[in-house]
């Protein structure tokens, strides 16, 4: 029997390419578009891209349990002082959460993406694993993902390039082919986190000190969900040499200012630890492990100090590394798991 497939559609050509590649492999396919945000969300663009291929859409508004599990983690997270990774947490809760209960409840036996990642049945387990053309792998942001989720997601642009996806969709006369793409999280597309944060919460963050390591008083700050950890411009501070943010003291309303050589460390803790590649860890692991979707992996040893926590000690000091933000651990192009810098 021909699979059905469900495929998430955004207007953009990384989707209609991924529906293209799955219709030429003969499987059933629909079109599915999530309303989000109360942005421009690519509902009629989607919309189009379904009637050229002649398959039905779907369109389902998540922009309530959006704003709940995507936009209020993420002002909290702020507020507390880290920094959070909305599109992790979305793609957990949202595209490979509402939306795949959405389509397994309509009678499809899969969704579809246009994430830049591949996976593969490794004895009982679903593994994730790297894309072939790098500069596009997008598995950081895939690591919490579930074996129930995996099992039942395809990833038809994890053997191209962009090059290729973008040829594609021109060759099929899609007008998203050239389109540009975004690097703005959705939802703040003016990138100005500070005023959303404020306008969700009805007011303004209150200034404080800018403080060195010494906790010497050198400046003021503007609030503390202004800063993140590493930031050098913006500051407003002369010290004599270039400083960055080193931390955020949330019940003292400092930020920590400190030379570049400041900023690094060895270790790490993680929490929401999500393995893909083996239940648990038995013992300590050497992997290679990424602290942001831009780092370059860095080796470490790796243990699981609880049943949702680990220890992450990198061979080499790193820079920044910042609560909130998510570490994920590779074995060569196999994403064994990560979770959540605390």
């Not at 002649?54 to 959006?66: A, G, Q, T, V």
């Not at 993406?113 to 490794?122: A, D, F, I, L, R």
């Not at 306008?199 to 209150?206: I, L, V």
Request: net charge neutral; with cysteine.
């Amino acid at each position: 029997m021909t699979k059905k497939i469900l495929v998430a559609m955004s207007g953009g050509v990384d989707s209609s390419a991924a529906a293209v590649l799955l219709l030429d492999e003969g499987f059933d396919i629909s079109g599915g578009t999530m309303r989000l945000c109360g942005l421009s969300d690519g509902t009629e663009k989607a919309a189009q891209a379904a009637e050229k291929l002649s398959i039905h859409h779907h369109i389902f508004d998540f922009r309530s349990e959006f704003s709940r599990l995507v936009q209020e983690d993420f002002v909290d997270t702020y507020i507390s002082g880290a920094t959070p990774n909305p599109c992790v947490v979305c793609n957990e809760r949202v595209k490979f959460g509402l939306f795949l209960d959405k389509a397994l409840e309509l009678g499809f036996d899969a969704v579809a993406t246009g994430h830049y990642v591949k996976t593969e049945e490794s004895g009982s387990r679903v593994i994730l694993k790297k894309a072939d053309y790098l500069p596009k792998d997008q598995s950081y942001f895939l690591y919490g993902l579930t074996q129930h989720q995996l099992r039942h997601s395809l990833f038809p642009l994890g053997g191209y390039s962009k090059e290729q996806v973008r040829a594609l969709a021109e060759s099929r006369g899609f007008v998203s082919a050239k389109s540009k793409e975004s690097q703005d999280i959705c939802f703040i597309p003016d990138g100005d986190y500070a005023r959303f944060i404020e306008e969700s919460r009805g007011g303004s963050f209150p200034k404080g000190d800018f403080v060195d390591v010494n906790g010497r008083v050198v400046g003021r700050h503007k609030g503390l969900i202004r800063y993140t950890i590493g930031q050098r411009r913006g500051l407003g501070v002369a010290m004599g040499e270039p400083v960055y943010v080193k931390s955020k003291n949330i019940a003292e309303n400092t930020v920590t200012l400190a030379r570049d050589e400041e900023l690094y460390s060895k270790e790490l803790t993680a929490g929401r630890l999500n393995l893909i590649a083996a239940d648990k860890m038995e013992r300590p692991i050497r992997l290679k492990a990424r602290i942001r979707y831009r780092h370059t992996e860095q080796w470490a040893t790796v243990e699981q100090t609880g049943e949702s926590t680990a220890k992450v000690v990198f061979d080499q000091p790193q820079r920044a590394i910042s609560p909130g933000q998510s570490v994920v651990f590779y074995d060569g192009d196999v994403v064994f798991g990560g979770g959540v810098i605390l």
